[in-house]
């Protein structure tokens, strides 16, 4: 790989992760260490590329001043048509609980979950991370201040609720964790039935 080509690449990594936002040739300068002169000719071999290469569904545009990775316009019915008919992405029985104890005790720590599920949670809480549901909303006191998690404003869209005052009550049957848990399993189950239909 020539120097061209790798500062293409690390251009072309750079937009990638910055997505929507874009970067400019100045904030590319930093972030390569090179000069403008070699951004700007990367930028043009890089925008060279994407126009040659008919199976790519990706191109750079320049707007409001900053590069962007962009979707070809040859694809806008394509990707109208996925926007308009998004996969349904199932959950796990896992995810489904440690998100439904997070919804009504929040804020909750990890081991306040893995003590009411009676197994560990942490692929649970990465995954419900990732999936934008839940977030980090701060650290408790006390010794090793553990991280504490809440739902997003996503949760309540994708729910259809305004706050988390309009989730349905629990009624507690039994105070041992397992009744928890399966009283939240239910009322989260019931909702994603709700939400699939």
């Given amino acids: ?11 072309e990594s750079f937009l990638f992760l910055v997505g929507d936002e874009g970067l400019t040739v100045k904030q590319l300068t930093v972030l390569t260490e090179r000069q403008e002169a070699e951004v700007n000719a990367a930028l043009e071999w890089l925008q060279l590329s994407y126009e040659q290469r008919n199976e790519s569904g990706i191109t750079m545009k320049l707007l409001a001043g900053a590069y962007r990775l962009v979707t070809k316009a040859e694809f806008a019915e394509d990707i109208k048509r ?66 504490l998690y809440g739902t997003t404003d996503l949760f309540l869209d994708r729910f259809g609720l305004e706050s988390l005052k309009e989730l349905p009550p629990l009624q507690q049957e039994d105070d041992d964790a397992t009744g928890d848990t399966d009283l939240f399993m239910t009322k989260f189950q019931e909702a994603f039935a709700m939400e699939e239909d």
Avoid: F
């Fill in 1 to 11: 790989m020539d120097k061209k080509e790798r500062l293409s690449g690390m251009i």
């Fill in 82 to 147: 996925l926007l308009e008919n998004p996969t349904p992405k199932s959950m796990t029985q896992a995810s489904l609980e440690v998100l439904a104890i997070i919804a009504y005790r929040q804020p909750v720590t990890r081991v306040e979950i893995d003590d009411l599920r009676g197994v560990k949670s942490e692929g649970p809480i990465s995954t419900l991370i990732a999936k934008g549901l839940i977030m980090e909303k701060g650290r408790s006191e006390g010794s090793g201040r553990a991280i």
